[in-house]
């Protein structure tokens, strides 16, 4: 299949070339989905699907577009590519836009990312599907506690994607992936009418390597139980671990102002801080693109240029911004990467539990709710769910909380990373253990 | 259209098919009135049953071998839902239109249903082979032989609420760009610290077509139309950044003068007065909102609760809780999808019910929840028109449309006079809910201070978070300045995101805890 898609891709670029473009950039891609979940007992939802479609950007005569259509019928790519390219010289000029230079094409990573699991994907099929989604909620139902569920909904999916990219300037790659999730969530019975929810989940490149689904639907009802009896501390400043499972959230808020659009646009609080301080010197990320089996592995990223393993920060000190070749250029700088692919953290020595120790008296964050993060300013505010936690044990589930804070400051508040970067994310993040950070509560 | 002679129909939609008008085409609209032109009355079948998909090759003898190929295992339902959706996306930075991005989608969605459970298929090929793929496919949700066979389809019309005189794809780029620097022009003019100014104008067309085994078939065309102005200014070393956009169901004709100055001073606006902002005390304090978009606060707090898949299934907070009181008196919230225009507005929802003006809480008392199919024939109830779908790629669940809060008779000023200290919350830019606990949150992007019942400085940068039917129960003022959010509204759920509108008066609510990072 990779190969006809590639055939597709360069035909659009001759006809995009012989049409006027000067330089185009076109993906094709063809992925299935297919899914089954599972409530309380009986099916739910059946779902398959195929997806089919093409990305073409285009530059003529300086000036840009981006298109994409599902319409893949050749009198249709055909009117499609007249119309792209008609309403693309309407555009100002922009020197700027170029496709990537080819020398960043050169030299892809090579070895097997083994990302495509040929075996997985042969023995998965619907009957297995269902069998394995009722055994999800079997387990969740099975685990301590149980009598408190109100209902309990699980999900087993698998996909598969390939896709080709061609660049009129000398690039042909193509690229085949598959995933397999199952998802537990499991509600249970609080106070008044409240129903705390916990869910538990495995994401995985290769099938034998999901965890076991008596373990994935045990979790989310122990993770549920967590939540009940739940309230708020008064407000205050604690020192508060966060978990592995959701630590990412924040670790992005304080990544997205290294991209060259925000830098560019004077909207990031790191444009002038590559080569300073951010975070504490515990603080270690490596953009790794080529992890076997990740969740994030790629050899070419979107401009088709070749992905290396790239220092974000080293030490606390930011090392790269991610650049792609506009904004890079509207910069003056050189391209990086216009987008993250695995992150790997320096680890620590110690697991959760120790870190909880360690911290003594404080917050066991377990989950964040909505908030948000200013690029411009670091300023941000998100609100928490989670343990109130003393000498290391949790006492108190902790609900209705705010943590706000700048990531200037914040950041360099980290006094450990654990030893359990999270495997079902690109972003590796362990545990992080924090000094005393601000808190809104009762 | 069809009435349009000299445009012949099978080719102008191939044409559309393609993409998009790349320059105005006004010879092709020319014989159209706002009513006989691409609209719902047009689309109607009629006669020969012609409709919009015909174009594509697919007529009803068609939709309905799929229909009966849904029920082929013993399903109790079958659906078509056909779309061809275009979307357009022009961008203005550092000064120049100088990037513009297009979709076309084009495709069906196939879903059995049998008792509760759904099975779902789509593909991107209308060819009758990929059709009757699809719906073996959402077939399998049953595993017996057929029961019925669907029933004849009769077409319905139904009225139209966003009639456009020259739909999205026959408006070519020539038109927007001027639309696009004028308001690049006014947000510059407001204030000369700002120093960046992004403008994005993005429309969409979208043509449905929903058909199922009950013999009902039913047609929309729905237009979107999006500006989005950001600012960013600097000010004594300080760099702020704030936006406006604004939104409806309408064509290029929503862009009136006064609506793009609107949206790029208030943009402006937005960012200068954070310059001299703080962050708001840590705690918990009295809230007041200010009428609009801090609609989030239903939306969140009490709106995704009443979505009855989450009641049927027993999860949410407010199971079981129809008839009762969960809110004072005085307090009446409406789930409406009938508003002329607004972006939240649906003739049809994604299941072909018509749409309607679903009353949740009628002064504090639990009324309706909002109901797809598939909850109606659980409670057994009539649908609400609330099952609604992102595309053809999704099966529909019931979705808020416009989601407000009736008037009271409160003056504003006297709300506000009403506290010695509190927030008063103007800007919200997202928030989140957990269905069960009913916890929810949403970030104030700018706000005031109360002190002694008067507005004092501006603070900004918070998140705000309580629970549902607890702040539900503190609303004691209810002001009569109802206003619906004007912008580009969006919901998450399911993996799903649906553009919906809301709105608020002035409201008095108990405190909630303001994640500011003052102690």
Redesign the interface.
Known sequence: MSNKLLTIAKEVVRLAEKKGAQGARVSVYRSRQSRVEWRDGKLERLRESTRMGLGVTLIADGKYSSNSTSDLRPEAIDKFLTEALAVTKLLAADKHRKLADPERYKNPHTGDLKLYDTTGIAAVNAVERKRAARALEVAARGAPGADRIVSVSSRCSDSVGESALVCSNGLEATRRAAAFVVTAATYVKDAGHRKPVGWWYGVERQRAKLPSLASVGREATRRALMGVGSKPMPSGRYACVIENTTAARLLRWLLAPADGRLIQQKRSFLADKLGQQIASPLLSITDSPHVVEGLGSQTHDGEGMATRKMVILEGGVLKNHYLDTYYASKLGRTPTTRSSTNLVFSSGRNNLSQMLDAMSTGLFITGFSGGNSNPATGDFSIGIRGQWIERGKPVQAVSEMNLAGNHLTFWKRLQELGNDPFPYSSVCIPSLRFGKVQFSGK | MSKNKGVDRRQFL??M???????SAPMLVAGCTPKAGLTRTDTTPRGAHTTYFDGFGVDIGRIGRTLARGLSRGGDFSEVFLQHKVSHWLGL??G????????????AGIRVLKG?????????DLSEKALLAAAT??A??ADGTPKARPAPLAAVTVPNRYIVDVPWTEV???KK?PLVQRAEKYARARDKRI??V?VFLSDETSRILVANSTGHLVEDHQPMAVLSVRC?G?HRGK???GGQSVSAMDGIGFFTDAVLKKAATEAADHTTMLFGAG?PP???LPVVLAPGVTGILLH?AIGHGMEADFNR???????S?IGKRIAPKGVTILDDGTNVRLRGSINIDDEGTLAQKTTLVEDGILRSYMHDLISAKHYKLAGTGSGRRQSF?Y?PVPRMRNTYMANGNQRPEEIIRSVKKGLYAEMF????V??????????LKHGRMIENGKLTHVV????????G?KVLETVDLVGNDLEIYSGAGYCGKDGQRMPVGFGLPTIRCGAM???????
């Open positions: 191939k044409v098919g393609a993409g998009s008008a790349v320059i930075e550092d120049e239109v100088n990037r513009a991005y297009t979709t076309v989608a084009l495709g509760d459970a759904t099975g779902y298929a789509y593909c991107e496919t959402a399998a949700v070519g780029v020539d760009v120093i960046k992004t960013v600097e760099t702020e950044s962050s840590a705690g918990t969140e299934k027993g999860t949410s907070i407010y199971a809780r790629r099966p830019s997202n928030g989140q957990f269905i069960g606990a009913g916890d929810f949150t949403f970030y900004k940068d918070a998140n705000l978070i309580g629970n039917p805890s303001i994640g500011g990072r003052k102690s």
